[in-house]
């Protein structure tokens, strides 16, 4: 439903029914009050991007301090053109082919990648 990246929170809004914890969610990320004092730009994401894991993806730091996404191809498949510009726009995009995981395990590239630190 939701993933922090180093600029953006990507995120189904329209999961969250409740207006007005919707509206403090979209308060704490856009303003520096958010976590680690940091503000972020919204990347809403629809019902059906959320369901093809395109919030289930990690940021990382390549060799040269370059930030890239690690996503699954199907996320990639599945994102809107505009989302899919945005993240390209600000980030270096790495979709990779985890389709078992995702069918078998249930998780994604995140799931996968956060398990190692």
């Known amino acids: 439903m939701m993933t922090l990246l180093s600029r953006h929170a990507v995120v189904c809004l329209d999961a969250v029914t409740d207006e ?16 680690e004092g940091t503000s972020h730009e919204i ?33 990639h498949d599945n994102y809107s053109p505009e989302n899919l510009r945005t993240l390209n726009m600000n980030y270096k995009v790495i979709p990779s082919q985890v389709d078992i995981i995702e069918q078998i395990g249930g998780g994604s590239c995140r799931c996968m990648l956060v398990e190692l630190f």
């Open 20 to 35: 007005e914890e919707k509206a403090e969610l979209i308060e704490e990320i856009t303003n520096s009050g958010g976590p």
């Open 43 to 75: 990347i809403e994401l629809s019902h059906r991007e959320s369901g093809n894991m395109c919030a289930n993806m990690f940021d990382v730091l390549d060799a040269n301090g370059n930030h890239c996404v690690v996503m699954s191809q199907r996320a």
